[in-house]
C-alpha cells in the first residue's frame, strides 16, 4: 500500500486548506485511514480517522469544529477540510492507513511522506 499526501501550503490564520492522501493497492489492513501531525520539536499527534466502510469519523478536541475528514470511494482518496486555521495547526501532517479505527499512531501500518502547513498570524 502506497499513499501519497498533498495540498500543504503557507497560509494565513483564519483561512481554509485542503489536505489529500491518495491511497494505491488497498489490503484488509487498510480499513482505516488516518491524519496525524507533527510540529517542530514534537511527536505525533493524532488530528482525524476514518473508516472506510461506514465512514465513521474521529477527531481530536483540537480540530473538532473546524477541521472535517471524508473519503472519496472512486478515487482511494482520503481529504481533510481545515477550516479557520490557527497558527498551532502548523505542522507536517502525515496521512496513514490501517486495520483498526484507532487514534494511536502504532496501530497504522501504511504512512505517506508527509505535506507542510504552515499558518502564519
Known amino acids: 500500500v502506497q499513499l501519497q499526501a498533498f495540498g500543504g501550503g503557507s497560509v494565513q490564520a483564519g483561512v481554509s486548506l485542503r489536505l489529500s492522501c491518495v491511497a494505491c493497492?488497498?489490503?484488509?489492513?487498510?480499513?482505516?485511514m488516518a491524519w496525524f501531525r507533527q510540529a517542530p520539536g514534537k511527536e505525533h499527534n493524532f488530528v482525524a480517522a476514518?473508516?472506510?466502510?461506514?465512514?465513521?469519523?474521529y477527531y481530536a478536541e483540537s480540530v473538532k469544529g473546524r477541521f472535517s475528514i471524508s473519503m472519496d470511494y472512486a478515487k482511494n482518496t482520503v481529504h481533510l477540510q481545515m477550516n479557520s486555521l490557527k497558527v498551532e495547526d502548523t505542522a507536517v501532517y502525515y496521512c496513514?492507513?490501517?486495520?483498526?479505527?484507532?487514534?494511536?499512531?502504532?496501530?497504522?501500518?501504511?504512512w505517506g511522506q508527509g505535506t507542510q502547513v504552515t499558518v502564519s498570524s
Open positions: 476514518i473508516r472506510w466502510r461506514d465512514r465513521k469519523t
Open positions: 496513514a492507513a490501517g486495520p483498526s479505527f484507532e487514534t494511536d499512531l502504532r496501530t497504522y501500518e501504511y
Open positions: 493497492g488497498w489490503n484488509t489492513h487498510t480499513s482505516s
